[in-house]
């Protein structure tokens, strides 16, 4: 099974900061790499798809890049609505298609 | 507008079953993979099951092969996760989530169903 690692585990910033989360994984996936938000009590929701693609509605404050094993979410400049928790997925290939175990942002 | 809702969460006994159920709505449930991916209290996020649109093709975790069974009834546009032989580490919020395309990008997600496996 491919192993996905992110770093750091959480974080804390303010609003308008600039945040960068890692997602390292075991093996080369291309760049078959979705990003997730989850914020507390709710379901995930799509932010980045096939590492760097924004999903329709998401803020353009959000960025994603990266190919082979590293990936890298950034937000360009944090929202209050932007504290939650992200989680990387690899979509490659065969299952099981698995997650890193989370970042969590905080407010400083 | 484009929803899921999941129901048939509970309580079960270690050894016991529970049959979850995912209804669909808003897009052409058929034309699209399904997965349930679980969420263990305060842990991350677990792929449990996938199936194809139209064949029913299946994918499972090892974590539950042999115990689970996913389903679909696209003339009712429902999934459903047939669990058996529950264990403790089984209990999660349970989500149902729609492939954008593929099989394996969730593009929407149900709000979760929480089963909880304890005697």
């Known amino acids: 099974d491919i192993q996905m690692t992110q770093s750091p585990s959480s974080l804390s910033a303010s609003v308008g900061d600039r945040v960068s989360i890692t997602c390292r994984a075991s093996q080369s996936i291309s760049f078959y790499l979705n990003w997730y938000q989850q914020k507390p009590g709710k379901a995930p929701n799509l932010l980045i798809y096939a590492a760097s693609s924004l999903q329709s509605g998401v803020p353009s404050r959000f960025s994603g890049s990266g190919s082979g094993t590293d990936f890298t979410l950034t937000i360009s400049s944090l929202q209050p609505e932007d504290f939650a928790t992200y989680y990387c997925q690899q979509s490659y290939s065969t299952p099981p298609w698995t997650f890193g175990q989370g970042t969590k942002v905080e407010i400083k | 507008e484009v929803q899921l809702l999941e129901s048939g969460g509970g309580l079960a006994q270690p050894g016991g079953s529970l049959r979850l159920s995912c209804a669909a709505s808003g897009f052409t449930f058929s034309s699209y993979a399904m997965s349930w991916v679980r969420q263990a209290p305060g842990k991350g996020l677990e792929w449990v099951s996938a199936i194809s649109g139209s064949t029913g093709y299946t994918n499972y975790a090892d974590s539950v092969k042999g115990r689970f069974t996913i389903s679909r009834d696209n003339s009712k546009d429902t999934l459903y996760l047939q669990m058996n032989s529950l264990r403790a580490e089984d209990t999660a919020f349970y989500y149902c989530?729609?492939?954008?395309?593929?099989?394996?990008?969730?593009?929407?997600w149900g709000q979760g169903t929480m089963v909880t496996v304890s005697s």
């Open positions: 989530a729609k492939a954008a395309s593929g099989w394996s990008t969730y593009d929407i």
